[in-house]
C-alpha cells in the first residue's frame, strides 16, 4: 500500500513539475527562448532539452529499456543544454512529450524496489541507490531543480512568475518596485551595520 501511494506521490509530482517547465516557454520568442540568460549560458529551451534527455536517460537506460530517441552520448553534455539553431521549440517540446510516456511506461510497469544500473554513477554505488524508488526521487530532484531555474529565467524576462497559469496573478509593476525597493534599503542596511 506504502509503495503505491509513494509511486502515484512521486509520478504525479514529476508530471507537475513537467508541465510547469513547459508553461515557462509559453508566449516566447524564438530569441528569448534560447538566449543565454545567465554567464554560464542557461537559457528556457535548453533546460527542457536537458531535462528531456535526461528523464530519458534514468528511465530508459537505468532499467534496460533505451529510449526510442536518438539521444547524445552522456559524457557529451554540451549539446544537451542548449538548442542549435536547427533545433525547432516544437522538436524539443516533441521529444520531451515522447519521454514522458517512455518514462511513464518505465514508472508504470515496473515496482519501486526494481534494481536499475546507472553507469555513469561510480561501481561502488549501493544497489538500492539505483532502483526505481532511487531514481524517482533523483529525476524529481532534477526536474524541481530545473524547474525553478527557469521560473526565476522568466521572472528575468518578463516578470511572469508561478508554477501553473491558474495560479499567475496579474503583475503590479508599482507594488513590485516598492517592494524590491524596501529589500534593498534592508539589504544596504544590514551591510553597513556589518561593515
Not at 121 to 146: D, K
Not at 181 to 187: F, V, W
Request: charged share 30%; glycine share 6%.
Amino acid at each position: 500500500m506504502i509503495d503505491d501511494f509513494a509511486k502515484d506521490n512521486l509520478h504525479e509530482r514529476l508530471r507537475r513539475d513537467r508541465k510547469a517547465l513547459l508553461w515557462k516557454l509559453d508566449g516566447l520568442s524564438e530569441y528569448d527562448a534560447r538566449r543565454p540568460l545567465t554567464a554560464t549560458g542557461t537559457n528556457l529551451l535548453g533546460l527542457v532539452k536537458h531535462v528531456a534527455t535526461v528523464e530519458a536517460r534514468y528511465f530508459g537506460e537505468v532499467f534496460d529499456r533505451p529510449s526510442p530517441e536518438p539521444l547524445p552520448r552522456w559524457q557529451d553534455s554540451d549539446g544537451s543544454h542548449w538548442a542549435t539553431e536547427d533545433e525547432t521549440r516544437e522538436q524539443i517540446i516533441g521529444f520531451y512529450r515522447r519521454t514522458w510516456e517512455h518514462s511513464d511506461a518505465t514508472i508504470n510497469e515496473l515496482p519501486l524496489d526494481a534494481p536499475g544500473h546507472v553507469p555513469w554513477w561510480p561501481e561502488s554505488t549501493p544497489a538500492w541507490h539505483t532502483n526505481l524508488f532511487a531514481i524517482m526521487v533523483h529525476v524529481l530532484g532534477e526536474s524541481t531543480r530545473h524547474s525553478g531555474h527557469a521560473d526565476i529565467l522568466r521572472e528575468g524576462l518578463d516578470g511572469r512568475t508561478g508554477l501553473r497559469p491558474e495560479y499567475e496573478e496579474q503583475i503590479d509593476e508599482e507594488a513590485r518596485a516598492a517592494y524590491c525597493a524596501k529589500i534593498e534599503l534592508a539589504a544596504r542596511a544590514a551591510a553597513s551595520i556589518k561593515a
